[in-house]
């Protein structure tokens, strides 16, 4: 509380900041990338948190048939503005991983008393909403790139993108989550009636469908993210499970508690020495301007372009604010491993050589601009309180004269 109200700081930068101080660059405390496996690890533990995020966090807290009556937006949102963001990362840095904007860092920010008091509740659904979506909609924008890399021919490697991304992963994944939604929350509704679930269960109901839509999804090879997105908004579609539990406070709880441990596993897993490797072509300075190249351009011009489009975002400096607000965190760091998990397998290591440089440079790069994101969104959030204070004072000095 303090530190956003008073600091206005979020979450996500104080965790990171204890991470890098246990991490190797400073105590060495814990060091994981030492770890046996630790690309896996890193990609499992991301996986986890922002499967049970995106049915907690986002899909149960979001207004009743939200996605009914903003459609639009969220069309406009998932679309248009992805597709934007997508080509613009490309045109600097050839990565799909940073496209999606993350829901862990976004709800670390939009979450809480001083964004309920700062932040208008139109822009705080909206940006919930599409963080929680497009993390699951960043892998056909990945898997192109990866297929057309892969595949020597290019009908082939669109062919492929169209039945196993576009369909088996991301339709398949929408199309399992309504069902499980829908069913678990008839299931728990007949079951609350009947009084046979206790209260500590029926809290914790929503981090077990997240877990059973991952084992799911996992074993059918679908996207389990998105999965769990749609899961959450068809089990709170009539907004009952939300009512019965925003007395308990159970889901800040775990909210707080993995934005937490998965901000300071992010600050430990840095690779410092790997921002300045003349082999790889990389210094600070470039990484500094790619960094901020990515944090203007990546999505606050189409935003301002389409709003005019998005009924949810009602002025424009809702529209910069939304604009600016885009953060990198750990859906990032999930897409590099998976995509350093099939660069792998289309640019295989000779015996005795080390990894191609294309694969080489994701886990830098990546991680260098979702640090940037961190430090930059976790400390600017105050700028949409600092303009309504300049509005007011405004007003007052003009209503004086």
């Known amino acids: ?13 104080v965790a990171v900041i204890v991470g890098i101080i246990a991490g190797p660059l400073v105590s ?3 060091n994981p990338c030492v770890w046996e496996n630790s690309d896996e690890v890193t990609k499992q533990l991301t996986r986890c948190v922002i499967a049970i995020q995106v049915v907690m966090a986002v899909g149960i807290e979001l207004p009743k048939h939200y996605f009914q009556k903003e459609w639009l937006t969220m069309f406009m949102l998932l679309i248009p503005v992805m597709l934007f963001m997508w080509l613009t990362s490309g045109l600097i840095i050839w990565s799909a991983c940073i496209c999606p904007t993350d ?14 008091k700062h932040v208008p509740s139109n822009i705080r659904n909206a940006l919930s909403a599409e963080s929680g979506a497009n993390d699951g909609m960043g892998f056909p924008f990945l898997f192109l790139a990866i297929f057309l890399l892969g595949e020597d021919n290019v009908g082939k490697a669109i062919g492929k993108w169209i039945y196993e991304t576009c369909l088996f992963q991301i339709a398949l994944s929408c199309v399992i ?3 499980v939604g829908y069913v678990a929350r008839k299931l728990l509704q007949w079951s609350e009636r009947h009084h ?6 029926f809290l914790s109901f929503a981090i077990a469908l997240a877990l059973f839509l991952m084992s799911m999804t996992g074993f059918s090879g679908s996207d389990d993210v998105l999965a769990c997105f749609v899961a959450g908004n068809a089990f709170s579609w009539d907004n009952w499970f939300r009512r019965e539990t925003e007395e308990a406070h159970f889901q800040d709880v775990i909210d707080m508690m993995l934005n937490l441990a998965i901000f300071v596993y992010i600050g430990a897993i840095i690779p410092w020495g790997s921002f300045h490797d003349p082999v790889l072509g990389l210094t600070w300075w470039r990484l500094v301007i790619i960094a901020l190249l990515i944090l203007l351009f990546r999505r606050l011009p189409i935003v301002l372009l389409l709003k005019p489009f998005m009924p949810a975002i009602r002025t424009y400096r809702e529209a910069i604010f939304s604009g600016w607000f885009g953060p990198m965190g750990v859906g990032a760091v999930f897409l590099s491993k998976i995509a350093k998990e099939e660069m792998e397998q289309v640019y295989p290591r000779a015996e005795g050589q080390e990894d191609a440089v294309a694969i080489r440079l994701i886990n830098p790069i990546v991680l260098f601009i979702v640090l940037s994101s961190i430090l930059v969104h976790g400390t600017t959030i105050p700028l949409f309180k600092l303009g309504k204070r300049i509005r007011s004072r405004t007003l007052s000095f003009a209503s004086t004269s």
């Not at 509380?1 to 930068?13: G, H």
């Not at 829901?103 to 309920?116: Q, T, Y």
């Open 1 to 13: 509380m303090f530190i956003k109200e008073r600091l206005f700081l979020s979450e996500a930068f």
């Open 28 to 30: 060495n405390g814990i």
């Open 103 to 116: 829901p862990i860092l976004a709800n670390s920010v939009i979450k809480g008393r001083f964004a309920e």
């Open 177 to 179: 989550g309504v069902i």
């Open 196 to 201: 046979l679930i206790d209260k500590p269960s």
